[in-house]
């Protein structure tokens, strides 16, 4: 069975820090998909990176980066000089099917932003 | 991009009673999800909305409880059947939006159910 694990349940950083947010994954599957998902406080979900397990490649959009290592099952987030919309909780999930189909969901890092 | 509208967008309702809700997206689509977020806890993906053909169901879900329509590739609706206070409930409708460039997933407002 898969398990998606987000050991972080609450963080808290000053304006301008960066901060990483941890993410480790089981899964008997060697093809299966990455996600994170921003939810502010105002509720509405937002999705911010899909990745498949053939793409160890690091991402960089902007003050955000995804650090992918199969060799220790973590998909790591980091925001750089985080802001306070930055304030959200982080949800990392796992798809063993491919696509967004049999997913399963970390319970999510909140993440504070201090000004 | 997709714009998707959900309704109603709360709504409370007594025991034993069925309550539908609808998701409209401003462009067609081929994959269409249905999300349940019980209160303060994490998402848990309901089923995909298969448009000409019965939906798909993860784990621990049926279409019984849960029946869902897809009559085009823009709208779906699902129906919480026999509510229990344990359906309270955010339930979101998501669409994979994929062309050129990287596929996204965008999200519905969300219905916010309460059941007493």
């Known amino acids: 069975a898969q398990k998606v694990t987000q050991a972080q349940t609450e963080i808290s950083v000053v304006e301008k820090e960066d901060v990483t947010l941890d993410c480790v994954y089981e899964?008997?599957?060697?093809?299966?998909?990455l996600f994170w998902y921003k939810q502010p406080p105002s509720g509405e979900l937002v999705f911010l990176i899909r990745?498949?397990?053939?793409?160890?490649q690091n991402e960089i959009s902007g003050r955000y980066s995804w650090n992918f290592q199969k060799s220790t099952s973590s998909f790591n987030f980091t925001i750089t000089a985080s802001q306070v919309v930055d304030s959200a909780v982080y949800f990392c999930?796992?798809?063993?099917?491919?696509?967004?189909?049999?997913?399963?969901f970390g319970i999510g890092t909140k993440l504070q932003v201090i000004p | 991009s997709a714009v998707i509208s959900q309704k109603p967008s709360r709504d409370i309702c007594q025991r034993g009673t069925s309550l539908t809700i609808q998701c409209q997206v401003d462009?067609?689509?081929?994959?269409m999800f249905w999300y349940r977020q019980q209160p303060g806890q994490s998402l848990t993906l309901i089923a995909t909305?298969?448009?000409?053909?019965?939906?798909?169901?993860e784990s621990g879900f049926v279409i019984d409880k849960f029946p869902i329509s897809r009559p085009n590739l823009t709208f779906s609706t699902l129906t919480v059947s026999n509510m229990s206070p344990e359906d309270s409930s955010i339930y979101l409708c998501?669409?994979?939006?994929?062309?050129?460039?990287?596929?996204?997933?965008?999200f519905g407002p969300g219905t916010r159910l309460t059941v007493l």
């Open positions: 998501s669409v994979e939006s994929a062309g050129v460039g990287p596929d996204t997933q965008y």
């Open positions: 899964t008997r599957d060697t093809t299966y998909y």
């Open positions: 990745r498949n397990s053939f793409d160890e």
């Open positions: 999930a796992l798809s063993e099917a491919g696509g967004y189909q049999k997913v399963t």
């Open positions: 462009s067609q689509v081929t994959m």
């Open positions: 909305a298969n448009q000409g053909s019965e939906a798909t169901y």
